[in-house]
């Protein structure tokens, strides 16, 4: 079964607000992954992080993994409207080749 | 440009009925993948393939098999449809990954089939 936590399941922001979407795992990962996943369309790849404690920044957003490679963090400053959607984690079972996604967080912001 | 295509968009199909979702890929990837998506459930691995004629079984694999007789397709097959089997379908293909890092997931756009 899932072995990826994420949390919250929806968020509602109003533009301008931070957004944070949180992924748990039971178990350490080699890496973590997230994807963004518009209305209507599929998920499409953000970014993946692998080492303890990595964070990497793409412009408003920071992503952050865990020292102990069991949680990652999404983050999201001064929201917009593009930024509507459902954003997953996913990790990466230590053994074997398939990824585990979290159940995602839709976000919802308004103007 | 990774293309990872599903040959169909919307699909309906009778309880009982077999029925065949295709997905091929163009980038030469030896891994590929059939997830389902429901809301409140995510995506949940059904079947994987990391090479022609290979297959492992995700976290749902009851009721459906799969087939790769070539490197660039993958075939996802409901032997007899169930209405629980409504739902979004989609196919993902990658590289294999190098050590700790793995190659992103390309997905198709996803079929949307709907059992009655």
């Known amino acids: 079964g899932q072995q990826v936590m994420q949390i919250p399941q929806y968020q509602h922001v109003q533009e301008g607000e931070d957004f944070t979407t949180y992924c748990n795992s039971s178990t350490t990962l080699s890496n973590i992954q997230w994807y963004k996943q518009r209305p209507g369309g599929h998920p499409v790849f953000l970014i993946q992080?692998?080492?303890?404690?990595e964070v990497k920044k793409q412009k408003r957003l920071t992503f952050q993994f865990g020292e102990a490679k069991k949680n990652s963090s999404l983050h999201i400053t001064a929201t917009q409207t593009t930024d509507v959607g459902t954003y997953f984690c996913?990790?990466?079972?230590?053994?074997?080749?398939?990824?585990?996604f979290g159940k995602g967080t839709s976000l919802l912001v308004t103007p | 440009d990774v293309k990872v295509t599903q040959s169909s968009r919307y699909l309906v199909k009778r309880t009982g009925e077999k029925v065949f979702l295709e997905c091929v890929q163009d980038m030469d990837h030896e891994n590929m993948f059939w997830y389902r998506q429901d809301p409140g459930l995510g995506l949940r691995l059904i079947y994987f393939?990391?090479?022609?004629?290979?297959?492992e079984k995700g976290d749902i694999p009851e009721g459906y098999s799969v087939s790769r007789e070539k490197k660039e397709r993958f075939s996802l097959i409901l032997e007899s449809a169930s209405t629980n089997q409504t739902s979004m379908y989609l196919c993902a293909s990658t590289l294999p990954g190098q050590g700790a890092k793995d190659s992103p997931l390309h997905f198709g756009n996803g079929t949307r089939l709907t059992v009655t």
């Open positions: 393939s990391y090479d022609v004629k290979m297959k």
């Open positions: 996913a990790g990466k079972r230590n053994s074997g080749y398939a990824l585990n």
């Open positions: 992080l692998v080492k303890s404690g």
